[in-house]
């Protein structure tokens, strides 16, 4: 999750001898980015100043990553704690919010090609992300933790990973840490398809984030899975920005740090989770 995404946010764990010592872990109409002559995300960036002009922001998100991002049902409409997080900053700063629905693994080719401007889908800032782009302010705080069958007693540690399959996204920090652990990978576009192959007997276990877990078995009520191990270090998620945003990221941590003083994140944390998994 992040993506805790899976697809969900991802920490880094000493996995024995090295085994994840450098993984830092843990997610359209054209957007107000400048653009070259290529298409490209411009040197630019998204200044403060275009998404003023412009009135509005353009969000790349899933729409398929609950309780992060989805599809209300019934009412068809977006909903989720990066949805609402992201349309409170959007208030608080008195500009239009509109999300464009992008699978995970196009995610940050739409950011680098101006599709939209920022991407709100619980991305884990990770050192290698951080070189490339610009992140707010953590808005999650979470850890990871390997999934499999509730009968499954052969996984205690990441380190039983080894030689096991694991299903996981194809760009997806829990990959790196599955691989990392020695797992072997069948690709998946997210989290449900991971637990159905979990549950066909087709891999042994998948690695996510403990948030969108959590949801997953409180709103499902399924006992067929478990939590085997979890990380023992937190990670956090900020909402990405290509290189060259200096002042609309200055903008974005203003409204975070009001939304966090005025209690306005720990209520839509309680909401979908619980308790305040914003700090």
Known sequence: ???????????????????????????????????????????????????????????????????????EEGSGDLIGYDVEVMEAVGKNLGIEVKFSKTEWDGMFAGLDAGRF????????????????????????????????????????????????RTAQSATSNWRTLAEESGAQIEPVEGWAQSVALLEQGRVDATVNDKLTVLDYLTTEGND??????????????????????????????EALAELAADGTLAEISEKYFGDDVSK
């Open 1 to 71: 999750m992040n993506r805790f995404r899976s697809t969900t946010p991802f920490t880094r764990r000493a996995l024995g001898a090295a085994a994840v010592a450098g993984v830092a872990l843990t997610l359209a109409a054209c957007g107000s980015a400048g653009t070259d002559d290529d298409g490209g995300s411009s040197a630019s960036g998204v200044t403060w100043e275009s998404v003023e002009e412009a009135g509005e922001l353009q969000v790349g998100t899933e729409g398929t990553y609950r309780p992060f991002s989805y599809t």
């Open 117 to 164: 401007d920022t991407i709100a889908n619980q991305v884990t800032m990770t050192p290698e992300r951080e070189e490339k782009y610009l992140f707010s302010t953590p808005y999650t705080v979470s850890t990871g933790v390997v999934v499999t069958l509730a009968d499954d007693d052969s996984v205690s540690t990441f380190e039983d990973l080894e030689g096991k």
């Open 224 to 253: 067929a899975i478990k939590i085997a191990a979890e990380t023992e270090e937190s990670s956090t998620v900020g909402f990405v920005f290509p290189a060259g945003s200096e002042s609309t990221v200055e903008k974005f941590n």
